[in-house]
């Protein structure tokens, strides 16, 4: 069983940064995808960013040119650097573990972090 722990989020003010970390157990971090989601009150979860394990990315337009996401295999761990903050990125976001084995796929989720950006 995968179990996604997200850490970092918070209150910060329009223009500040934040860096989201999500460590994952298990021993299928290496070879999954990894992506970070956001829901805001009233909305349908948004994925804003994913890296393949590979290490390629893809984010949101949303997001493009402010989020930055990196992983470290050695730690399992996954990274969302989030700088020039707006208020239209506050909401829980969640650590997203994706892939695919022998031809099954799997698809875990941590539990959220809030994030808030207000003056």
């Known amino acids: 069983q995968v179990q996604l722990v997200e850490s970092g989020g918070g209150l910060v003010q329009p223009g500040g940064s934040l860096r989201l970390s999500c460590a994952a157990s298990?021993?299928?971090?290496?070879?999954?995808?990894m992506g970070w989601a956001r829901q805001a009150p009233g909305k349908q979860r948004e994925v804003v960013a994913s890296?393949?394990?590979?290490?390629?990315?893809n984010y949101a337009d949303s997001v493009k040119g402010r989020f930055t996401i990196s992983r470290d295999n050695a730690k399992n761990t996954v990274f969302l650097q989030m700088n020039s903050l707006k208020p239209e990125d506050t909401a829980v976001y969640y650590c997203?573990?994706?892939?695919?084995?022998?031809?099954?796929?799997?698809?875990?989720w941590g539990q959220g972090t809030q994030v808030t950006v207000s003056s």
């Open positions: 298990g021993a299928i971090f290496s070879i999954s995808t």
């Open positions: 997203n573990l994706s892939g695919r084995i022998l031809g099954k796929s799997y698809d875990f």
């Open positions: 890296i393949t394990s590979g290490g390629s990315t």
